[in-house]
């Protein structure tokens, strides 16, 4: 059988799996595993136990389930809730600013727990509520949460920069810089729209019911700088880290398990979590989704694997490579492959199959490794708010399930186009991914 017409039927196979509800590493795995044992025959199961195994058997895999735990001790300590009443405190009054906040508050915690869907859970349990109690639309309520949410990818320390640095042997440190600027640009994107959705449905300046009386502000305005103070530790931690990371003085393995000890450390000083409850609610948040990400991880190496044993990936990127146009006809194909790879795929499986096929034709049209990087975790934040999958979505709806699904997906659609937007502006001006890393790198 031709490759294309393999590739055409794993790829069937794959979303006729995904869509009957197949957990998406189970997907990948059955998929690559009859695809082997057809091209290879039985004595493959000999073999796949050691490949599935040996594919997540490095040191560096080693600083996701680190990173995960330094997350959960974040997400399942009140950061979030401190995080929202200080932003809400100096934004919250001006026509949409507690939208505003929400975004800048989802920004932080991104960097301080690296996951989208931690970031989209813990900061909208606060705030879709108190943003639909001032009057604000729901789709406006739910879209800058979910879409907010989404900077946990990007915003540094990220898992998905750690994935897509052992993928393509790129250095994690310089991937996490990378990632700083163009997630202050989005943010800021963001805010543009959420202002200008605000202004177009009338203004939503409502102060909120502990600013409204005058003699509770001064009293407001202490309980929220105190819960400032609360959060800078855990801002120190995540600071030290990069400044670890961006010195040399660690590896990401290294950093991660200190930003993991330290937080869980914090979390248990700072809100008092003395109780074995809160303490295994951590661990087994933790271990759930470490081990999901690896089940992932190790069956997206198993299918990146297939695809190369029955040559379909060296036809795609020989096609790819073929194609006689512009370098930039040539990113535009490569981000709308992507694009579409987001919608039906978990980001990491997305970086774990394509990133090495990609990279060398990047490398040959002359773009710049890391910026790639940047671009591609954009178009992959794009997924996160789209279907089918759309991961935030869902968990927006699983906040306030009152919500309709549609307004949840009509609201975070102009977050998606702010991230296009995004896109081209790093097109136009590489230097926003590019400056900031060559710059601290360079003196290092």
Request: charged share 5%.
């Given at each position: 059988m031709d490759p294309v017409t393999s590739g055409i039927l794993v790829i069937l196979a794959l979303f006729v799996l995904m869509a009957i509800g197949t957990p998406i590493a189970f997907a990948l795995g059955g998929v690559a595993l009859g695809a082997l044992v057809l091209d290879r025959g039985m004595s493959e199961l000999t073999y796949f136990g050691e490949t599935f195994f040996s594919s997540i058997a490095s040191f560096g895999f080693v600083a996701i389930p680190m990173f995960i735990l330094m997350g959960a001790a974040v997400a399942s300590s009140p950061t979030g809730r401190d995080l929202y009443r200080s932003l809400d405190l100096w934004l919250g009054r001006m026509p949409g600013g507690l939208a505003i906040s929400n975004i800048g508050a989802c920004?932080?915690?991104?960097?301080?727990?690296?996951s989208s869907p931690a970031t989209s859970a813990a900061i909208g349990k606060l705030g879709i509520p108190e943003m639909r109690k001032r009057g604000y639309p729901d789709g406006v309520a739910a879209g800058c949460i979910a879409a907010g949410g989404t900077l946990g990818i990007l915003i540094p320390p990220s898992v998905t920069m750690i994935v897509y640095g052992i993928s393509t042997e790129t250095s994690i440190g310089r991937l996490f810089i990378a990632g700083a600027l163009p997630g202050l640009m989005l943010a800021g994107l963001f805010m543009a729209w959420t202002l200008l959705a605000c202004k177009l449905a009338g203004g939503y300046g409502t102060p909120s019911p502990l600013a409204a009386a005058a003699h509770q502000v001064k009293q407001n305005v202490e309980g929220n700088l105190k819960a400032l103070v609360r959060v800078v530790p855990f801002l120190v931690v995540v600071t030290g880290i990069l400044f670890a990371l961006y010195g040399g003085v660690a590896t990401p393995s290294e950093a991660a398990g200190a930003g993991a000890f330290l937080c869980l450390a914090l979390a248990i000083l700072v809100y008092r979590m003395w109780q074995a409850k809160p303490l295994t609610l951590i661990m087994r948040d933790a271990l759930r989704e470490s081990v999901m990400i690896m089940l992932i991880i190790a069956a997206a190496e198993i299918f990146a694997f297939a695809l190369s044993s029955l040559f379909i990936t060296q036809t795609v990127a020989g096609a790819i490579a073929d194609l006689e146009v512009n370098r930039w006809v040539l990113m535009a194909i490569i981000n709308l492959f992507l694009l579409v790879a987001g919608f039906f795929l978990p980001p990491v499986a997305v970086i774990v199959m394509t990133a090495p096929i990609l990279l060398p034709i990047i490398l040959a049209a002359n773009f710049d490794p890391y910026w790639f990087a940047v671009v591609l975790t954009i178009n992959l934040e794009i997924g996160l708010i789209t279907?089918?999958?759309?991961?935030?979505?869902?968990?927006?709806?699983?906040?306030a399930p009152d919500i309709e699904l549609r307004d949840i997906l009509m609201g975070s659609l102009p977050y998606a186009l702010c991230m296009v937007l995004g896109i081209v502006l790093l097109c136009f001006f590489p230097g926003i991914a590019t400056w900031l890393p060559d710059l601290i790198m360079s003196h290092s």
């Open positions: 920004s932080i915690f991104a960097a301080l727990s690296g279907p089918p999958v759309g991961l935030n979505l869902f968990i927006i709806k699983g906040i």
